[in-house]
């Protein structure tokens, strides 16, 4: 072998593909020649895999594109993935019907009427693409029509003879019926505006392929698509109402098609009984939200609504027009004044039970005149002093001089009352004008909420107090008022533009006590900053809240009316004192 040249070929089913000439000219080049054929042979395992000649499981081995048909179905190998999943797509007459992932060892099935295309994956190289399947086709064909059995032939009739009967002629056998015929589809159309059944209304829209895509609407509002498989019934369900679609026959050129369609409504649920009222259990009378009771004179007291906590809100009315609102907890009791054109009337309202849990209210209502406070008359002129008569004997005169005998000293005036040494306390009427949104306020006296005449919704739901962290958190939070104070200030929050009027003596002094941090504070009356006495080490604001412009200003004087936050090292006070 030493000095002979040899031809080595690497071959690729049964194809050559690459050829190497060598040459030994001694032992040692023969040695490096086997390795080499090793070598060669190692890598082409790998370089040079291919898919395998024939099926290892009586199937067909299917590089990407190819198809396998059978009848009017076909299967075509899509690709070949990780893992060595093949993707197949499904066909029937060219037209697709569905794509199926297969592993390999593992099968896949696509049915429809009584037909079937089964895939079984034997094996597959993603780095090679292609795939060793076994299809199995199930397909419906029709059986012929049967051939009718011939006519047998007549007995040749013997000839007339005295003795025997002649033999009877046998009748002939009778046709068989024809193959019943398929009729054609008389089911309703469902082109153009579709078939109607109780608000439901199913129509052709589109074509996928040969199977028509149906639109459902319910009282002309669109529920789903529907994408039909001729012969098969389809279920739809809504609003617990079911549909069964069947369309029995499609032409995708003409875009029609008809079908049944047949409706199932949902079984009604029954009316629940009515709520029985509760009983009275202080003699007043049961309201449930939006309810109210008659008090007479054109007034009505309505429940508004019932909140968490056994709160809820109670609205008066004088001939329909908002009189007051009521903001009471079950337990609670109130008064309102209200003015009639019979005058001021009083309404007192106690809230005996209900609450958030029956979402009601049994109330107390009781409706009285407001005894007017008689205007102080002026008291009686004194009566006027008696003539006097001079003696005789002449007075000396205030000059000196005398008086005669007969004159007469005039009457004395009347004396004018003096003027109280404490006047009457000035009441004030103050009006809040609330903007839409957030509105930052204060009142300069002490109120009770209820008291304010609004045309707001003007209770403690709506109005939030600011508790300074040293109440609460490290943070700060908030709580819901039953009272207003002087020297704090409010949030209140509205969806409209309002106001609210209170009347009232606003306090002359005021002291305010302050935490570490932020804090709300007002004034009863206008003061400049600087007059305060303090002694706080102010570290930010104070600051108004501007709704309009809904940004913080700082501000420089308090005004009355109006709410400030303040940031202050430490515990301290305020005051005009």
């Known amino acids: 072998m030493v000095g002979k040249q040899f031809a080595l070929q690497v071959e690729r089913n049964g194809q050559g593909l690459k050829t190497f000439l060598t040459k030994f000219n001694n032992v040692i080049n023969m040695k490096y020649f086997v390795l080499f054929v090793l070598a060669v042979s190692f890598l082409a ?214 079908g049944t369609v047949s409706v199932t409504l949902a079984t009604p649920a029954p009316t629940p009984a009515p709520i029985p009222v509760p009983a009275s259990t202080c003699g007043g009378t049961v309201l449930t939200p939006s309810a109210y009771v008659d008090l007479g004179n054109d007034v009505r007291l309505l429940l508004v609504n019932v909140y968490s906590n056994d709160y809820l809100s109670l609205q008066l009315k004088y001939r329909g027009q908002h009189a007051g609102f009521l903001y009471l907890k079950v337990g609670q009791s109130a008064e309102k004044t209200i003015g009639t054109d019979a005058g001021d009337l009083r309404v007192n309202v106690n809230v005996c039970s209900g609450g958030t849990s029956a979402r009601n209210a049994e109330v107390l209502v009781s409706l009285n005149s407001v005894t007017p406070i008689p205007a102080p008359q002026p008291a009686p002129a004194p009566s006027p002093l008696p003539n006097v008569t001079t003696p005789t004997t002449p007075a000396p005169g205030p000059l000196g001089g005398t008086v005669n005998a007969d004159t007469v000293l005039p009457t004395s005036p009347l004396v004018e009352p003096l003027p109280p040494l404490f006047p009457e306390p000035q009441q004030l009427v103050y009006t809040l004008n609330m903007r839409r949104g957030w509105n930052l306020f204060s ?115 308090l005004e009355p009316l109006k709410g400030y936050f303040v940031k202050v090292s430490g515990a301290c006070t305020l005051s005009n004192e």
């Open 45 to 258: 395992s790998f370089a040079f895999a291919a898919a395998p000649a024939a099926s290892s499981c009586g199937g067909n081995v299917l590089t990407k594109g190819q198809t396998v048909s059978q009848g009017d179905y076909s299967v075509k190998l899509v690709d070949v993935y990780s893992g060595d999943m093949g993707s197949f797509q499904v066909l029937k007459n060219g037209q697709h019907l569905t794509f199926k992932s297969v592993y390999p060892g593992q099968s896949g099935v696509y049915s429809s009427n009584g037909e079937s295309v089964a895939i079984e994956l034997c094996s597959a190289s993603n780095a090679e693409n292609w795939a060793d399947v076994k299809l199995t086709f199930s397909i419906v064909t029709a059986a012929p029509a049967p051939t009718p059995a011939p006519q047998p032939a007549p007995s040749p009739v013997p000839a007339p003879s005295p003795a025997p009967e002649p033999t009877p002629v046998p009748a002939p056998a009778p046709a068989p019926s024809p193959a019943p015929t398929v009729p054609a589809c008389s089911a309703p159309s469902l082109d153009g505006a579709g078939y109607s059944s109780n608000g439901y209304v199913v129509k052709v829209v589109s074509f996928a392929g040969s199977r028509p895509v149906l639109q459902i609407l319910y009282n002309g509002n669109h529920v789903t698509f529907l994408t039909a498989t001729l012969g098969t019934t389809h279920t739809v369900s809504n609003n617990g109402n079911s549909l069964q679609v069947n369309v029995c026959e499609a032409d995708s050129t003409a875009r029609t098609a008809k």
């Open 443 to 557: 009142v300069p006296f002490g109120l009770n909420i209820n008291s304010a005449t609004t045309t707001c919704a003007f209770y403690p739901s709506n109005i939030f107090a600011y508790l300074p962290a040293a109440l609460n958190t490290t943070r700060g939070s908030y709580e819901h008022p039953s009272s207003l104070g002087v020297g704090k200030g409010y949030w209140f929050r509205t969806y409209n533009a309002c106001t609210v009027t209170l009347s009232g003596e606003p306090e002359e002094e005021f002291q305010l006590s302050l935490n570490a941090g932020w804090n709300t504070i007002s004034v009863p009356r206008s003061v400049a900053l600087s007059d305060l006495e303090s002694d706080c080490n102010i570290v930010r604001g104070p600051y108004e809240y501007d709704n309009a412009a809904r940004r913080w200003n700082k501000a420089e004087s």
